[in-house]
């Protein structure tokens, strides 16, 4: 009975998001709720994410004695490999909606409709996470592309509609990809159940082109949506279009969208281990680290360099989980949860910059050290620990990714290895010196004239900024609270 | 080999596809959608109903209605929301940036490269995958659609083409994912046109390339 109830845990996580926004939608036609929804609005987001996190957090012993909560019938399976995961993206989801109490100014959409889209994002995210169907994933990807697109669209900016059309075009392209890719596994081996697909694979070894063209169709699909180079065409474009809310809920799409494109690949490179499938991914995400790395730095506006940035995080995930050994699986999931959480951090101290100081353009901003003092705390510790600065998170997250990507080099390439790392740890610089160059043109020198009359962020703005600062120094003086989630997949 | 009947209405879909390349109204292009939709969706539909007919049984009224949603689906509903879309702006004529003659030279170079593709892959490629070529080539057809145009609708409209195209693909896939699949579709072009008629109302065009 017991174990019954455990297994309904993640059936549960994944659908009281969904309950509480179709209930939100629902009020939608009664115009006298309106005004007392809006109130409301953001405690009952906070709610909304509050509950499934919770849930979330019963599931975490179960998982961590090596036991897997399983849904058969609906595919739904949370182990050691996805329980950080679902945790990370609850966690984020659950900073932004506190710090939306005070950053929430309001948009083009009513509220219901707001909350709606955010729990339905949400919903879909953990569904990407949780589900281990073909057709499961496809649906869940094209409803969060619908959902993002819902929450671009709903900053009053005069590039919102611009930036979500071409968000809207480009993954939807996309999505016709993802889908392809599935019915062409799904026609080659009878099964949906990606399981059931490494298992029995007689049909899809023997068409190898057909696995391939699959492989990459997986690839252009959730390449596209993640923001990988050469399908990264929306990114910079969305993130300064965005409200500094939405773009903290976005700080959580690589986890279910990276994970999700591990998670259609590695059954095809188990049953085709073909050296193409890690060139693909690979190359894709080595040009992103590049690409992403080159044209941060031109950036005037910051919520551009963190664009760009961001598809440099993308690369060095695709690029670790690409590689399909079991030591790059567990550096990739630290570095997914790592990299999110510290992003968003950074991502909710820089918004508070934009609302308290009505700009993101680096040129006007300066000074704000002692008018924004939390938030800088909050920005500073986040971005160093992005970085992989000691004794910051990210430093164990960076040390596990060479780790993991030196041993699997040396068994490929030998002794060029250590050149191939060390040229990478090279190019891993240049981030932490954009990330710092922000820092400085924000936060030092001279107080701008736009700043003069600046004050700190609300509580509920700075905090959440602060804490997960906090949780990047607790997590890098003891690592093992972070390893431990992942040490057993 | 491919059915006939299969094989006739593939061509005439794929025919269809191509004049959208050549259409220069938005409202003609719904049309022309709603024209391909149909067509490419009539087989199955057919299947299913003479599939009822000789066997009544719960598991032939399933797929008889599923097949019809979908039909329905990228038929009506889809072509009705982006209309919907079009009533909301105002009706503007805007051509495609490429047209003529090298459209023509574009689209003979097109279903040349993807008949030789066909007879390539004839030879591997498993007998249920053999409307492949065909989806290959409309959904390419679809994308260059949306590449030409400028006018918001009309690269929403091809989106949708490109989407009907992978249909003889999808009617293999287990009908207890096709309401949700559906479900998704509505959604997303609900989105999109709510997307379009914001950007409308900011920029007072649907020409995308002034919406900066």
């Known amino acids: 009975m017991k174990g019954l109830m455990f297994s309904l845990l993640p059936l549960i996580t994944l659908v009281l998001p969904m309950f509480i926004s179709i209930l939100c939608l629902s009020v939608y036609p009664f115009s006298f ?9 953001r405690y009952i987001l906070i709610i909304g994410i509050a509950l499934p996190l919770v849930v979330s957090i019963l599931m975490i012993p179960e998982v961590l004695s090596g036991r897997t909560l399983e849904l058969p ?23 932004v909606s506190v710090y939306s109490i005070g950053a929430d100014r309001g948009g083009r959409l009513r509220s219901e409709i ?53 968000y809207l075009i480009l993954t939807a392209i996309s999505a016709l990809f993802v889908l392809l890719g599935v019915l062409i596994v799904y026609i ?13 694979s007689s049909q899809l070894t023997s068409n190898p082109h057909l696995l391939m063209l699959a492989v990459a169709c997986f690839i252009v699909g959730l390449g596209a949506d993640i923001g990988l180079v050469p399908f990264h065409g929306w990114v910079p474009d969305v993130w300064p279009a965005s409200t500094p809310i939405i773009n903290g809920f976005s700080c959580t799409e690589p986890l279910p969208l990276v994970f999700g494109l591990y998670k259609l690949i590695e059954p095809l490179y188990r049953i085709y281990p073909s050296n193409t499938i890690i060139l693909l991914v690979g190359g894709v995400g080595l040009s992103s680290v590049m690409v992403g790395t080159l044209l941060a730095y031109r950036q005037t506006d910051f919520w551009r360099t963190i664009a760009y940035l961001t598809i440099e995080e993308f690369g060095k995930m695709a690029l670790i989980l690409g590689l399909f050994t079991p030591d790059s699986l567990i550096a990739g999931q630290i570095l997914l949860v790592n990299s999110s959480l510290m992003k968003t951090g950074m ?49 164990y997250a960076k040390w596990f990714f060479y780790s993991a990507l030196h ?21 891993s610089i240049i981030p932490l010196v954009i990330l710092l160059r922000v820092f400085h043109r924000i936060f030092l020198g001279q107080l701008s004239p736009v700043s003069k009359n600046t004050k700190e962020a609300p509580l509920s703005m700075w905090f959440p900024g602060v804490v997960i600062a906090f949780i990047a120094i607790l997590l890098g003086l003891q690592p093992n609270l972070l390893t431990a989630l992942f040490r057993s997949s | 080999m491919m059915e006939t009947l299969v094989f006739g209405f593939l061509i005439v879909t794929t025919v269809i596809t191509i004049a959208a390349l050549f259409i220069q109204s938005a409202r003609c292009m719904v049309y022309t959608l709603v024209l391909q939709a149909t067509t490419i969706g009539f087989v199955q539909l057919m299947y299913c109903v003479v599939e009822l007919f000789l066997d009544l049984s719960p598991e032939a009224l399933a797929d008889f209605f599923y097949a019809f949603a979908e039909w329905f689906v990228c038929a009506a509903v889809v072509p009705s929301i982006i209309y919907f879309g079009l009533a909301r702006t105002t009706y503007s004529f805007i051509k495609p940036t490429i047209k003529g003659m090298n459209v023509i030279v574009f689209v003979c170079l097109l279903v040349l490269a993807h008949f030789a593709l066909g007879l390539w892959l004839q030879s591997w490629f498993p007998s249920r995958m053999e409307t492949f070529i065909f989806a290959i080539l409309m959904f390419n057809i679809s994308i260059a659609t949306m ?3 400028r006018h918001a609708i009309k ?41 379009i008629i914001f950007a409308y109302q900011t920029y007072n065009t649907l020409l995308v390339t002034d919406w900066r």
């Open chain 2, 147 to 149: 590449v030409i145009n």
């Open chain 2, 155 to 195: 690269i929403l409209i091809g989106l949708n083409m490109a989407e009907n195209a992978l249909f003889p693909l999808l009617v293999e896939s287990p009908a207890i994912f096709v309401p949700f699949i559906l479900v998704a579709v509505v959604f997303v072009n609900i989105v999109a046109v709510y997307v």
């Open chain 1, 33 to 41: 709720f309106h005004s007392a929804f809006t109130r409301l609005s």
């Open chain 1, 114 to 166: 707001y909350v709606f889209s955010v729990l339905l994002f949400v919903f879909c995210m953990l569904g990407i996470i949780m589900v281990y169907d073909l057709f499961g994933i496809f649906i869940f990807v094209e409803t969060t592309i619908g959902a993002a697109i819902i929450l671009v669209a709903h900053s009053p900016t005069r590039i919102s509609s611009e930036a979500a059309f071409k």
């Open chain 1, 188 to 200: 080659l081996s009878g099964s949906s159940n990606l399981f059931v697909i490494s298992s029995s």
């Open chain 1, 347 to 395: 991502v909710l101290s820089l918004g508070s910059v934009q609302i308290c100081n009505n700009s993101s353009d680096l040129t006007l901003l300066g000074g704000l050290a002692e008018k924004m003092n939390k938030t800088m705390w909050g920005y500073i510790i986040c971005s160093l620990s992005l970085a992989g600065i000691p004794p910051l998170s990210g430093f």
């Open chain 1, 407 to 427: 041993d699997f080099l040396l068994t490929h390439v030998g002794m060029i290895a250590s050149v191939l790392v060390t040229l990478l740890i090279s190019v």
């Open chain 1, 73 to 95: 019938s609906l595919s739904i399976y949370v182990n050691s490999t996805n329980i950080a995961l679902i945790f990370g993206v609850l966690l984020i989801s659950f900073f």
